[in-house]
């Protein structure tokens, strides 16, 4: 798409929200700097376009950068007129939606356009916790404009004409645009900062639709939605998606939707919302390696304490026998699980646990089990619940008393397949209480209804 193609700033805006529902406001405001001629250029409402429309008949706070205006660039008016909308939403209880086309701070408003940024961080920092933050990004987002942009909750790039950056390519040692372009929606969506890759802008903004439809308006926002989904639903052959984590939850969603959430970042954990006989649920889930890395727990831990803020009911599908390994890996990943088992520990949502696979170890501990807290906890017919795999688990507790290589391997076999019996079965789990009910694997989407309704979700 050319940049002739593109939507303008109030284009955008109108893409977005319900048809003729949206109320423009500060669209007089203009610049009040001088310096370097200022007051001959021509920046109408000072280059980004701010109001409120409706998303499905639910209220969202709007703004739109407007790269015609001094390249949408960020000066003193511009960001009161954000920070302004911030107030406006805090205080209404919705969503800010903000699209992103700019070409980064002001440089003739100097200081004062400086602490504009200020202005904006601040506004976003308070709203955290309080009303979904949301930053597509449609042109460019570089410097202080793409910290702002990461001070909210979730992003959505396009990946043809977006730009993500905090130094150019171009100013990276080593680095250049044509070698790897680190601004790239490709680029960024694989470093985590990017939540939603689009193709163009009309599907950003599809996207963004689809996701405030599904997120409470703000923390205090309870409601659910109607569903034709039947919440008796079976689903056969279930068991045989657990090492595809993400198909596995759209099939237990209404209506096979689910939004899944930086889906190219850390693939070992997978994350993201659906709804349940009609109410949101946050599922966490993890991958097919069925480890703990550091950039999974990092990624796990955000978005469970994003849930607890917005009273977000979280399902976890657990399947983990260990953590990732290697040098790097254990710089980091004891500290990663400590900060994920404290979100899960300290979240007052409704908590339910999966077992889908394999629960070994710590690294089951930290993946919402009862002992830090879940409220109840499945498992499937089959899962393995345990300290570690029943083959590991003999060759430390027999390592000395088998002798003879000959009698060794059957021996050790003999005594695995006694201690997977009495210590991994999930019913081993199960009637020491840790484990509440061991179901079937077709029943999975009407028993986490059920758990959810027992929690007084509708």
Do not use: W
Not at 174 to 201: I, L, M, P, R
Request: overall charge negative; proline content about 2%.
């Amino acid at each position: 798409m050319s940049n002739s193609a593109k939507m303008s700033a109030r284009q955008r805006i109108e893409a977005l929200v319900d048809a003729n529902s949206f109320v423009e406001i500060g669209g007089l405001v203009t610049k009040r700097n001088t310096d370097f001629n200022m007051q001959e250029k021509s920046a109408p409402a000072d280059g980004v376009i701010t109001g409120y429309g409706l998303i499905d008949s639910g209220m969202v706070y709007v703004y739109s950068q407007d790269a015609t205006a001094m390249k949408g660039s960020v000066g003193e008016m511009h960001a009161k007129k954000i920070a302004r909308l911030y107030e406006m939403a805090m205080k209404a209880g919705a969503p800010v939606i903000g699209l992103i086309d700019c070409a980064g701070i002001r440089v003739q408003e100097a200081v004062d356009a400086l602490a504009g940024f200020g202005e904006i961080y601040i506004s976003k920092v308070k709203a955290s916790g309080v009303v979904p933050q949301i930053s597509a990004i449609l042109g460019s987002c570089g410097g202080g404009v793409a910290v702002s942009s990461l001070l909210g909750d979730f992003t959505f790039m396009d990946a043809g004409q977006g730009k993500l950056f905090v130094n150019s390519p171009n100013a990276i040692d080593g680095n250049s645009v044509e070698k790897c372009d680190t601004a790239s929606a490709a680029f960024q969506a694989e470093a985590g900062n990017v939540d939603f890759v689009c193709d163009g802008e009309a599907d950003v903004l599809a996207q963004i639709r689809s996701l405030v439809q599904i997120l409470p308006a703000n923390f205090e926002d309870f409601g659910g939605k109607d569903t034709d989904d039947d919440m008796n639903r079976v689903i056969p052959g279930f068991a045989g998606l657990v090492s595809d984590p993400a198909a596995a939850l759209a099939q237990i969603a209404d209506g096979n939707v689910f939004i899944e959430t930086k889906k190219e970042y850390a693939k070992d954990m997978i994350t993201g919302f659906m709804t349940l006989n009609g109410g949101t649920v946050g599922a966490v889930a993890n991958g097919s390696e069925a480890v703990l890395s550091t950039a999974g727990c990092k990624k796990a831990e955000k978005f469970v304490y994003f849930c607890d803020a917005f009273g977000i009911p979280v399902i976890t599908l657990t399947n983990a026998k260990g953590y990732a390994s290697s040098m790097d890996e254990e710089k980091t990943i004891g500290q990663a699980v400590a900060d994920l088992t404290c979100a899960f520990a300290s979240a007052e949502v409704p908590k339910v646990n999966l077992i889908t696979g394999e629960a070994f170890g710590s690294a089951y501990v930290a993946m919402n089990s009862k002992h830090i807290g879940a409220d109840l906890v499945l498992a499937l017919k089959g899962a393995k619940v345990g300290v570690m795999d029943a083959k590991s688990a003999v060759q430390v507790m027999y390592e000395d008393e088998i002798g003879e290589a000959d009698d060794r391997k059957a021996a050790l076999e003999e005594k695995a397949k006694e201690f997977d019996k009495l210590q991994c079965d999930a019913a081993a789990a199960a009637s020491r209480g840790y484990v509440d009910n061991i179901i079937e694997d077709s029943e999975v989407r009407k028993q986490l209804i059920y758990a959810m309704q027992m929690f007084g979700m509708r």
